[in-house]
């Protein structure tokens, strides 16, 4: 099976292909590195040209209230493209509770992303993750100082990127879901509780404060980041630190 990989070189693409390559599928990856361009469109029909599947793993470059634009316009030019070619399976990777989390920008252009593949003419899967491992130390600069870490106790089900990438080969490989598959970490902690294990593993002596009101995810109340009728990974977070 030919696998049209967009956003095939980034830290979730360049797994996929992996994946997919080592299960004998022909997997390409295609990015602006390699001359494709899902904003201008440059490179696109070409990139599917004879794919079957077009997995889009592309991401906006920035999490403001620009980054709908950059979903519609990507997903317009992708989707006419793969009608074109009769790609017959098209794949997105979202983000466990982003329908839920109205108040972030980039959580609504995901939730559009989702909407405009459901609606166009090809037969679909959406694969929702929550909030990846190797993302925590991003997470810990938005609010930290010399200091202190300043997070908030929202509940977080990391998942490491190898676990999201494995999810993503699979369900490109298999027949169309015309739904959504969700899938988490093993474990659920609060999002400070995580930063405090994240430290002491790094040897770090900052503290952690809890401050509701601290970082992107504050703002998400009740459970949005966590999944328990997901299906789950086998990595634990301090295994995957280890």
Do not use: C
Request: proline residues 5%.
């Amino acid at each position: 099976m030919k696998i049209a990989v967009i956003g095939g070189t980034g830290l979730i693409g360049s797994q996929v292909v992996n994946y997919l390559n080592a299960a004998g599928h022909q997997a390409v990856p295609h990015a602006k590195s390699t001359g494709v361009d899902v904003i201008s469109g440059t490179g696109v029909e070409e990139a599917l040209a004879g794919a079957d599947v077009v997995v889009n793993l592309t991401n906006s470059p920035t999490f403001d209230e620009a980054s709908p634009a950059f979903f519609q316009t990507s997903m317009d030019n992708l989707l006419a493209a793969a009608q074109k070619a009769g790609v017959g399976h098209f794949v997105i990777l979202s983000i466990v509770g982003a329908d839920q989390v109205p108040e972030l920008d980039y959580y609504r252009a995901k939730v559009l992303q989702e909407k405009i593949l459901a609606g166009g003419p090809i037969a679909y899967s959406i694969v929702r993750a929550t909030q990846f491992m190797e993302f925590m130390d991003a997470v810990l600069s938005w609010t930290a100082d010399a200091d202190t870490v300043r997070l908030p106790a929202t509940p977080i089900q990391p998942i490491a990127s190898k676990d999201v990438a494995e999810a993503v080969a699979e369900v490109a490989a298999g027949d169309p879901l015309n739904g959504t598959r969700n899938i988490a970490g093993p474990e659920v902690f609060s999002l400070d509780e995580l930063g405090r294990i994240t430290l002491a593993h790094k040897d770090d002596n900052r503290t952690v404060v809890t401050d509701p009101t601290a970082g992107m995810f504050a703002v998400i109340k009740g459970d949005a980041l966590t999944d328990k009728n997901a299906h789950l990974a086998a990595t634990r977070y301090e295994d995957w630190l280890s």
